[in-house]
């Protein structure tokens, strides 16, 4: 069984930065497609960003504000978030689709940029 768990949301002033990170339990980093979604109110969930063997994209939405990492060994994910604006304010999933097309989703986290 294939578990994704997220951490680091939280409230953050505009123009300030989060990480957030995502576990993987049953499976590893390194054998799927890692990605990070978000969905704002009203909105639709939105693909910003993946991170593969080969390595990482993010859209051009947070190019420059967000960089996606992984820690092999921890079996983690990771998203850092800088320059934090208003519009940044989401529910942010991390997900995993491995060889065989099965996907995982994390629980997700609130993240809220406000003053």
């Known amino acids: 069984q294939v578990q994704l768990v997220e951490s680091g949301g939280g409230l953050v002033q505009p123009g300030g930065s989060l990480r957030l990170s995502c576990v993987v339990y049953?499976?590893?980093?390194?054998?799927?497609?890692m990605g990070w979604y978000r969905q704002a109110p009203g909105k639709q969930r939105e693909l910003f960003g993946q991170?593969?063997?080969?390595?990482?994209t993010v859209s051009d939405s947070v190019k420059g504000r967000f960089t996606i990492s992984r820690d092999n060994v921890k079996n983690t994910m990771y998203l850092q978030m800088n320059s934090l604006t208003p519009d940044d304010t989401a529910v942010y999933y991390c997900?995993?689709?491995?060889?065989?097309?099965?996907?995982?989703w994390g629980q997700g986290t609130q993240v809220t940029v406000s003053s």
């Open positions: 049953g499976s590893t980093v390194t054998r799927n497609i």
């Open positions: 997900n995993a689709r491995d060889l065989n097309g099965h996907i995982y």
């Open positions: 991170i593969t063997n080969g390595g990482s």
